[in-house]
């Protein structure tokens, strides 16, 4: 099940919340702690406005709630809410002892979720404090907040371990993410999801969950793919490879996992049996030591973005060069384009360098760390120089490249290219594309330059993708997520 969590102060408020989401999801949860004073004595009606399970909850403040009462005038709140029937839930938390709410939600027939929560890591003892919960309760529920890849496996193994206990599982934060897409490869009986607007940490929206990764429709023989990286959350990759996979009736699904690094990415891929993914920054180069077999563009680039499963090993191939070239390659042909001056030398960097490269584009890279900018430019047999010194190409280059990850966030507010003025005839291309316009590319505009956009970029780069995921072009007429 998806449930949508009710936050607004009104019942009329959330009402329309359900209203809006009414077609994604199967139950929702009535958050008493979040409805204005005025408001709380109408809950109790509010199972008779409604045609789906609702689970009532009073959060405290301790377990990232809004209530302040005490104890036993919480409790004695929820027992008058509950008292005409209607409700399927009541969410208790794990350490309240007193049986009256438990005794008075069985007595109408309503299941008791025991409930656990930690805002600051994933207790040792998470597997017998499942089976104390489900002890003590009809589903077990915990909410921890992951600070690793160990953690993520951590809470992906309570399904091996209590593999019968109705649970629900979920790993708050970014780093959870995928858990809440993921919940019935965790063995949950439902996955939270929010109205736009997230109530707790790392909450993705009913609708993305219901369309764009289709949660509840996955299933044991369902293949996942998805994109690693640090950050990762910015990436627009599911919006393109998961419509891509509904349309062509693929039952797979795409989903972003953030990491601290790509050893112990590789380790929960095998846990999952993963199927393949994208590696984004800043993965791209450590990734290749791990990986059987490499192609040609790999092993001369030096970077890799995408990696499949190939019998016994995994494959690593890299599509940035096509996807980077792809919107300038008219440019290239009627020569528009015969020099560029490239800003950075990471792994995006490098399948750039090598796609201008082989295009005959002369190529000057620039970088804060000049070493990192000498060491590439003596692979592909180019120029370098200090980032400090990008103003030295003013007028001198026909095209100018963002390739670091200046402008993503946290980074929005920042162009590595401040101190270099554009004559308005340069083509001013951007690998970011979220947001499409970062300050490089407004810079740029202002100076009347022609732009490109990452958004280009990665929709040719994760075409070839996607053949390398699925075996098929990627099809045509796609509605791509907004």
Not at 30 to 35: E, G, I, N, V
Not at 45 to 73: H, N, W, Y
Not at 126 to 143: C, E, M, T, W, Y
Not at 423 to 431: L, N, R, V
Request: net charge neutral; hydrophobic share 40%; proline share 4%.
């Amino acid at each position: 099940m998806i449930c949508l969590t009710l936050s607004g102060p009104t019942i009329l408020d959330n009402l329309k919340a359900l209203a809006d989401n009414k077609d994604y999801v199967d139950i929702c949860e009535l958050r008493l702690d979040l409805l204005s004073s005025s408001e709380v004595p109408k809950a109790a009606d509010f199972p008779s406005m409604v045609d789906i399970p609702v689970i009532l909850t009073l959060r405290r403040v301790s377990d990232g709630g809004k209530c302040t009462l005490q104890e036993k005038a919480r409790r004695s709140l929820l027992i008058e809410t509950m008292k005409n029937g209607g409700f399927s839930y009541v969410d208790i938390e794990d350490d309240v002892k007193k049986s009256d709410v438990e005794e008075a939600a069985h007595s109408l027939g309503m299941k008791v979720i025991r409930s656990y929560h930690d805002f600051e890591g994933v207790p040792a003892d998470i597997f017998s404090r499942v089976h104390s919960l489900a002890s003590r309760g009809d589903v077990a529920k915990i909410a921890v907040t992951p600070h690793s890849t160990a953690d993520i496996m951590t809470l992906f193994r309570i399904n091996e371990e209590l593999k019968d206990v109705p649970k629900i599982i979920i790993g708050m934060g970014e780093w959870g993410v995928a858990t809440r897409i993921l919940y019935k490869k965790m063995g949950s009986i439902l996955t939270f999801g929010s109205n736009g607007k997230a109530v707790a940490p790392g909450m993705v929206s009913a609708r993305e969950l219901k369309l764009l990764y289709r949660a509840d429709q996955l299933n044991d023989n369902t293949g996942i793919y998805g994109i690693v990286g640090n950050p990762v959350m910015h990436s627009l990759s599911p919006q393109i490879h998961n419509p891509g996979f509904h349309k062509i009736h693929y039952n797979a699904v795409y989903v972003p996992f953030l990491s601290e690094s790509i050893r112990s990415f590789l380790t929960l891929a095998e846990m999952l049996r993963m199927r393949g993914f994208s590696v984004t920054v800043p993965f791209k180069v450590d990734v290749v030591k791990y990986l059987g077999n490499i192609t040609r563009e790999v092993k001369q680039i030096g970077s890799c973005n995408t990696v499949v499963r190939v019998p016994n090993m995994w494959k690593g191939t890299n599509t940035d060069y096509y996807g980077f070239i792809h919107p300038i390659e008219k440019e290239i042909d009627d020569g528009r384009i015969k020099s560029a001056l490239v800003i950075g030398a990471g792994g995006a960097a490098k399948a750039i360098v090598w796609a201008l490269k082989m295009r005959n584009v002369k190529v000057m890279i620039v970088n804060r760390t000049k070493s990192k900018a000498d060491e590439l430019a003596r692979l592909y047999g180019v120029g370098s120089d200090s980032l400090d010194n990008i103003s030295r190409y003013e007028g001198k280059v026909d095209l100018v490249v963002q390739a670091t990850n200046m402008g993503l966030h946290p980074y929005e507010d920042v162009n590595p290219a401040e101190n270099f003025h554009f004559s308005g005839k340069e083509i001013a291309y951007d690998i970011v594309y979220q947001p499409k316009y970062t300050k490089f590319l407004l810079a740029a505009e202002e100076a009347g330059c022609t732009l490109k956009f990452g958004w280009d970029m990665l929709m040719e780069q994760g075409k070839l993708q996607f053949e390398s995921f699925t075996g098929y072009h990627y099809p045509k007429d796609v509605e791509i997520w907004k």
